[in-house]
């Protein structure tokens, strides 16, 4: 088996060799085949070289946010992200992550880490990017589809078309990242139970939500986030609870 392929792209040096040792002390075969601190540097190397088979990312680079890279490239390898700051996390797993590590990084938490890479990679189903896609398409969902209602008419509405689930006066209504509501024939509790954990997560008693309809997050208290949804501009909050999961959720644990 070929050694695992990584590299670091990272603006500060201490911290991308400290970053590098640590790798090496869980897994001695992994080879750092580049280590950069900045988004030209990053799309130079991409000019003349394949992509590694795994990429760690800091998101504040010397010339900029890492974010700028994936509007220049295309990256389809896995990246597991190395910050000191968590309001990226949305961000982060709009493009390939699959970890979101805060600075400074524990070594329990890289293990974990890259025992995630290697499961992910060594699905006898799916490789990395095929699982990304159906992930991200809403093809791994239970639900496929609802059956709506509207006067005399009847139409279906795709999952992949909800940006969240809402109950109001006992009803339970399905938003459209196009802003038009209907009402489906679930509560939330049956909800949880169809749809994809992966892409909806319920955050309190009225709201089952999608990552990518959050537009902004805001901590209100050590245990609660404020969160705005796209679209309409709803405003909710996440309970005490569930703060601890949905945080999870949002880096994909």
């Known amino acids: 088996m070929r050694p695992l392929k990584i590299i670091i792209i990272e603006d500060e040096q201490r911290a991308a060799s400290r970053l590098e040792k640590l790798i090496l ?3 001695s075969s992994i080879e750092v085949v580049a280590s950069m601190d900045s988004i030209e540097s990053v799309l130079e ?3 003349k070289e394949a992509q590694p088979d795994l990429y760690f990312l800091d998101i504040h680079l010397a010339d900029g946010s890492a974010f700028e890279i994936f509007k220049r490239i295309q ?9 000191a700051y968590d309001q990226y996390a949305i961000d982060a797993f709009k493009v390939n992550a699959i970890d979101y590590l805060l600075k400074p990084i524990k070594r329990l938490e890289l293990e974990a880490a890259l025992k995630k890479y290697h499961s992910l990679h060594s699905s006898p189903v799916l490789d ?10 809403g093809k791994t969902t239970k639900l496929k589809r609802f059956l709506i209602r509207v006067a005399q008419n009847l139409k279906t509405v795709e999952v992949d ?5 809402y109950t109001e006066n006992k009803i339970t209504f399905l938003t459209t990242y196009e802003g038009k509501r209907y009402s489906v024939d679930y509560s939330l509790e049956k909800l949880e139970e169809e749809l994809e954990q992966e892409l909806f997560f319920r955050i ?9 309809a959050i537009s902004k997050m805001v901590a209100v208290s050590k245990s609660r986030v404020k969160i705005w949804l796209d679209p309409n501009a709803v405003e909710t909050i996440v309970s ?3 703060s601890g999961k949905f945080k999870k959720w949002l880096i994909g644990q």
């Open 75 to 83: 990256i389809t390898q896995p990246i597991i992200f190395t910050t």
């Open 25 to 27: 002390e869980i897994d």
């Open 161 to 165: 078309n909800v940006a969240y689930f």
């Open 128 to 137: 990395y990017s095929e699982l990304l896609s159906q992930i991200s398409k």
């Open 45 to 47: 190397w991409h000019e």
């Open 240 to 242: 005490t609870e569930r």
């Open 204 to 212: 309190n008693r009225q709201f089952i939500i999608r990552v990518n």
